[in-house]
T-cell receptor
């Protein structure tokens, strides 16, 4: 069964460093998302992406964050100048809009900022 | 702003009992509502999605209902098994771009 994959599974970085989280959505999907979950808190929406542009973003998604689909398969989230409060599990999701809008989530990348 | 609440936060039942999980939302103008399962340290597994025009969806032992007027959705899991132990999340989408607003989840333990 097709699935969303994410790399790395765990990323440790120093405060102020840049990180890139990678996702490979399900191949025929057209809509892509990033969410995050800080330990013990709700899953929060960050951004949605369609047709090579951001369709919606949350208040969290400020200039520190950017997304990109550099080729036909990868979808990345870049965090510039990481802060301690960026430590969280980051989930990528995708949907094809024909399967009743169901979003399929990847296993997540645990980001730890020291 | 859409707020999604799940009560109780935790639930423990003996194996074989039916599970009833509640989800409430403040804005009835939802596009759809999705139920997920999350195992510790893992990603989210989609269980069921209910479109705003639907009243319920069924998949195997799972049944989810949606009542927009009262701002509620309920997930029923029949004849629970220890393997059903997990955290169950509901999430509401209020626009066609798919942005999901999540509840905090209900942690379920099914004891043998």
């Amino acid at each position: 069964e097709p699935e969303v994959t994410q790399t790395p599974s765990h990323q440790v970085t120093q405060m102020g460093q840049e990180v890139i989280l990678r996702c490979v959505p399900i191949s025929n999907h057209l809509y892509f998302y990033w969410y995050r979950q800080i330990l013990g808190q709700k899953v929060e929406f960050l951004v949605s992406f369609y047709n090579n542009e951001i369709s919606e973003k949350s208040e969290i998604f400020d200039d520190q964050f950017s997304v990109e689909r550099p080729d036909g398969s990868n979808f990345t989230l870049k965090i510039r100048s990481t802060k301690l409060e960026d430590s969280a599990m980051y989930f990528c999701a995708s949907s094809d809009w024909t399967e009743a809008d169901t979003q399929y989530f990847g296993p997540g990348t645990r980001l730890t900022v020291l | 702003k859409q707020e999604v609440t799940q009560i109780p936060a935790a639930l423990s039942v003996p194996e074989g009992e039916n599970l009833v999980l509640n989800c409430s939302f403040t804005d009835s103008a939802i596009y759809n509502l999705q139920w997920f399962r999350q195992d510790p340290g893992k990603g989210l597994t989609s269980l069921l999605l209910i479109q705003s025009s639907q009243r319920e969806q069924t998949s195997g032992r799972l049944n989810a209902s949606l009542d927009k007027s009262s701002g509620r959705s309920t997930l029923y899991i029949a004849a629970s098994q220890p393997g059903d132990s997990a955290t169950y999340l509901c999430a509401a989408s209020t626009d066609s771009w798919g942005k999901l607003q999540f509840g905090a989840g209900t942690q379920v333990v099914v004891t043998p």
